[in-house]
């Protein structure tokens, strides 16, 4: 059996319970491609010993009759999941050689539900990046590749977005504080899926922003999305901010039919440096979905403009005094002191040594705003921009709107180096459109839809109500369809 | 609702210093160790004494991902406090984050409340002697976690870090200014103490850091304070300096009058306070500067994302009010108006639930102030010279009881009391059938017993002559008297009516 690397979740759920072939026959298939493709640099530890265990087990429960939908399949896991045992350092320094000892809920569901386990995907350190060059394991690479340049995957989920698309595993585990989610999937020509903010549990994921984080599927397909969400996602007392509300059959509510939904396009949303492209590609998905029978409608989300400098306000904030806790003390690196130094010393150069730059300087961004005499003025300014910006959704959803349909990102994805090392806020601005959302704690996907004219794929954004992720996912699927994007990148590596 | 007792408020204690008098102006910021089983956001173990880092869960260790969890039990002690220190319950509160680096403070923040914490306005009655006591306002209380321990003298290169304490549910307590003496600090610290171990929601036990203080002070000429008390503006007061982390009464009376004279000695010299933390050494009996307000930290105090607010319900609230026990002043008041003790006796008998209750017991269908006299004069000084508590007290209150029915009803006197207690203290056994069977009972119809004693004379001429010649066989008569008395009558006294009514 060749290429099986190649399925789906779906097609290779549909297989094993066919028995045309088994969970460890997919699994070999995938570690395999992961061997052959060093130079993506995608997976950055190896749990084959794990995933071989994993898959034996899967299909003795697949034997069994015991197959839940996720049982079977391998998957990639972002490094910012702690996995038991296993290497878990969110792409940093600071964490090497740290192995938890305890996995995280996340993970928990997954292998619960006979997910298998590949490896740990590259990423940007503590999820702090668009572009996964801020990892301590270097640049993960896109497998779309137009000229002699290797491109970035996007990122922070960079690592799961170029293991997906390259067919090394049939998905991977995402989180998503600005757009790591969705911004790689677009960048890729993949699907993924942040989900409402509380829908899946943090307990155990590395925290960047605790109040904008949230784990998310990244997948082949919409049908892939919300097989793997469901496995994900539900309450977990371990984190307060779980909501306690049941998971709907996701994959059951994918049924075709958009007839009647009404989508909203925000013109605050066709921002000044739109290129000509993305523009188009807007425009090209409205259409499909009017053709398919939803209503779209021009809404308003009048604060937008104010979501970017809000969200690097407060995900910074909530940075500082996250990682505050990587202090050499417990675990992962301590720097080395003279027998004059003491312990300031120590926390001095642990952090200097152990956090890149791009973490320096979200942390010493974070430090400022909520300093004394600036806390009003930066933190609690941008905590009102997030309540207006959570309003604006509100008002558009009140008015009968279903999804609000924009792009992913402002470009196809760009050369490792092209944006990184310069004014940070050209990286920032990859962000634009898919910060607003976790300001508002609202579900997104982003779902390929066409290439862009030098043929790098390029993605379309839906943004659903809150705890909305079925009918979402149904309207992304109808989008899916249409735009019958079924390009893949050509193998280099 | 306090004032079931009429008070009167101390006087403010007066400092001469070379040229004025001055005043103190106190207030208290008491950290309270909430007792319950495990931890405030883990589920960890918070028993004092354990090995070092074996009360350790991964979110107290801050691992990465690890996400804290209210600890519902916590949340109720804290209500129960307020509502015991007749506090408004704040339905809605919410935690922050106080950031700093330290290593017993694995998180680098300490997760409090700041903004909006659980408790706000109360007040607590420190008693300074009868008919005289200090209301004290409660400003706020809030919850948060404690820090853990830094080991320094255990290798001489390196330090060493016990978590076992870390993020262990602490009640800030924080007063108003109201406490004008080193004396009111300790007092109120004591019965705050009181307070809180009669609500159970901590243990008091300030050798273990269950309670500690930081105490405020700052000093004013006399009758300042009264302009500030009337306008709020603290311009009439001075510059108040921090001592930090105190946990005896002793040494907080010491370092307040330590403090305040310095403070004074400062100003006198035409200098200034400078606003600032200090550290009281014992040893050496004076502060030091810890840290100026210029290098106080800036703890980046914001709302921590991984918890919700904290909303709670009146009706739950209410259920906590309801349970509560009664409290000190009201059992005090009690005391004094349903047993007739003094407002002395009643607080000594209140000073803890286990005193109280045992005091209770005593008095139970018996004279109140007399069951007091005796559990505090006799049972307490007992105790107090065999070094036992009233838990272990070889006397139960039944018996305490019985001695006291048996003294209210004449049956013996004072005197034979006393011995009968100590018969009770060290071989125990109950009081009635001792005095019964040791013929204790005190003789009250001495006319009866005459009168049998002159029957059985009268019914044996033939014993009387012969005990005329031989005083011994005088047991015969007390013998026939006591088999006609029914055993009732006291021996001893049968015994000397015998022998005198005989001519012997």
Redesign the interface.
């Known amino acids: 059996m060749t290429d099986l690397n190649k399925l789906t979740l779906a097609e290779a759920r549909d297989g094993l319970r066919k028995g045309e072939f088994t969970s460890s026959d997919l699994t070999e298939a995938c570690l395999t491609s992961i061997k052959a493709a060093q130079k993506l640099n995608a997976f950055v530890h190896d749990t084959s010993e794990q995933a071989r265990e994993q898959a034996k087990a899967a299909d003795a429960r697949i034997a069994a009759g015991d197959a839940p939908n996720m049982c079977g399949l391998p998957i990639g896991v972002k490094d910012v999941f702690a996995t038991k045992g296993q290497p878990t350092q969110a792409a940093s320094k600071i964490l090497d050689g740290f192995k938890p000892e305890y996995e995280s809920t996340i993970t928990t569901k997954l292998f619960d539900a006979g997910a298998v386990m590949l490896g740990k995907l590259n990423m940007d350190e503590f999820a702090m990046g668009s572009s996964n060059e801020n990892s301590v394991y270097g640049p993960a690479v896109n497998p779309w590749k137009i000229d002699d340049r290797d491109l970035t995957p996007g990122g922070s989920s960079g690592g799961s977005a170029a293991a997906v698309a390259a067919d090394l595993c049939l998905a991977a585990t995402g989180t998503d504080t600005g757009g790591s989610i969705r911004q790689p999937a677009a960048f890729t020509g993949t699907v993924g899926i942040k989900p409402t903010y509380g829908r899946c549990s943090r307990w155990g994921v590395v925290a960047y922003a605790s109040s904008l984080d949230q784990a998310g599927p990244m997948t082949k397909s919409v049908r892939d999305a919300a097989i793997m969400l469901e496995a994900m996602a539900g309450h977990d007392a371990k984190d307060s901010t779980s909501a306690d509300l049941a998971v709907p059959d996701f994959e059951a509510m994918i049924t075709g039919d958009i007839k009647g939904k009404k989508i909203g396009i925000a013109k605050e949303y066709r921002i000044d440096g739109i290129s000509d492209e993305i523009a188009k590609l807007w425009d090209d998905g409205a259409a499909m979905l009017r053709d398919a029978g939803a209503e779209i409608v021009d809404v308003s989300l009048p604060h937008t403009q104010y979501a970017l400098p809000a969200y690097y306000v407060i995900a910074p904030a909530e940075a500082s005094s996250n990682l505050a806790r990587y202090d050499g003390v417990r675990y992962g690196h301590r720097a080395q002191i003279d027998a004059s130094e003491g312990i300031d010393d120590m926390y001095e150069k642990t952090r200097a040594e152990g956090f890149g730059r791009e973490v320096q300087r979200r942390i010493m961004v974070g430090t400022y705003v909520l300093s004394a005499g600036f806390y009003d003025a930066y933190y609690n300014r941008a905590r009102k921009v997030r309540t207006l910006i959570k309003r604006d959704f509100e008002q558009v959803f009140d008015s009968g709107v279903d999804a609000i349909l924009a792009p992913t990102t402002p470009s196809a994805a760009f050369g490792i180096g092209e944006v990184t090392g310069k004014d940070p806020i050209e990286m920032y601005l990859n962000d634009v459109f898919t910060v607003t959302l976790n300001l508002a704690g609202l579900p997104g996907i982003s779902v390929p839809t066409g290439l862009s004219s030098a043929g790098l794929p390029l993605g379309l954004q839906l943004i659903g109500r809150p705890w909305g992720e079925g009918d979402l996912l149904n309207i992304a699927h109808s989008l899916e369809q249409s735009a019958g994007f079924v390009s893949k990148p050509t193998k280099w590596w | 609702m306090l004032d079931t007792i009429e008070y009167t408020s101390p006087k403010p204690k007066v400092i001469a210093g070379a040229k004025h008098d001055w005043e103190l102006v106190i207030g208290l910021e008491i950290h309270a160790q909430v007792q319950s089983q495990a931890k405030l956001f883990s589920g960890a173990s918070t028993l004092f004494g354990n090995e070092p880092n074996s009360n350790v869960a991964?979110v107290d260790?801050?691992?990465?991902?690890?996400?804290?969890?209210?600890n519902e039990f916590c949340v109720e002690q804290a209500v129960r406090t307020g509502l015991g220190l007749k506090a408004e319950i704040n339905l809605f509160s919410a935690f922050d984050?106080k950031?700093y680096?330290?290593?017993d403070l694995?998180?680098?923040?300490q997760i409090s409340q700041l903004y909006h914490p659980i408790v706000g306005n109360g007040e607590v009655l420190v008693d300074m002697e009868p008919g005289v006591a200090r209301k004290v306002r409660i400003e706020r209380i809030h919850l948060e976690q404690d820090a853990g321990k830094s080991i320094h003298d255990m290798d001489p290169?390196m330090?060493f870090?016990d978590l076992n304490r870390t993020g262990v549910a602490l009640m800030e307590i924080v007063s108003f200014p109201d406490i004008r003496g080193p004396e009111e600090a300790a007092a109120y610290v004591l019965k705050l103490r009181q307070i809180l171990r009669y609500l159970g929601t901590c243990d008091g036990n300030m050798q273990n850091g269950s309670m500690r203080a930081d105490v405020n002070v700052s000093v004013c000429r006399v009758g300042q304070y009264e302009k500030f008390a009337e306008t709020g503006d603290f311009s009439h007061l001075g510059t108040r300096c921090e001592l930090k982390n105190m946990n005896s009464t002793r040494f907080i009376q010491a370092a307040i009058d330590y403090e305040a004279r310095r403070q004074i000695a400062i100003i006198e010299d035409g200098g200034e306070i400078k606003q600032e933390t200090r550290l009281y050494d014992a040893d050496k009996n004076e502060t030091r500067s810890m840290r100026s307000k210029e290098e106080a930290h800036?703890y980046?105090?914001?709302p921590d994302?991984?918890?919700?607010p904290l909303e709670i319900e009146q009706a739950w609230v209410d259920d906590i009010a309801a349970s509560l026990p009664e409290l000190p002043d009201e059992k005090k008041a009690r005391f004094v108006t349903a047993f007739g003790l003094s407002e002395y006796d009643a607080s000594v008998l209140t000073a803890d639930t286990a005193n109280a209750a045992y005091f209770e017991r005593v008095a139970e269908g018996t004279d109140g102030k007399l069951a007091a006299n005796w559990v505090i004069n006799e049972l307490f000084g007992r105790l107090k010279k065999d070094d036992k508590d009233i838990s272990d007290s070889p006397v139960s209150a039944e018996q305490l009881g019985g001695v006291v029915k048996l003294i209210k009803a004449g049956d013996i006197s004072g005197k034979i009391a006393k011995d009968l207690f100590e018969i009770v203290y060290t071989e125990g056994g109950d009081p009635a059938k001792i005095v019964e069977d040791r013929g204790m009972k005190q003789v009250t119809d001495m006319g009866a017993i005459e009168a049998a004693v002159d029957e059985v004379i009268a019914a044996n001429p033939a014993q009387v002559e012969k005990a005329k010649q031989n005083p011994k066989l005088v047991g015969f008569f007390v013998g026939q008297v006591m088999k006609a008395s029914g055993g009732k009558a006291n021996p001893a006294a049968v015994n000397e009516l015998v022998t005198k009514k005989l001519g012997l």
């Open positions: 991964f260790s801050a691992m990465p991902g690890m996400l804290p969890v209210i984050r950031n680096f330290y290593p694995p998180q680098g923040y290169t330090s870090v800036d980046r105090y914001f994302p991984d918890l919700l």
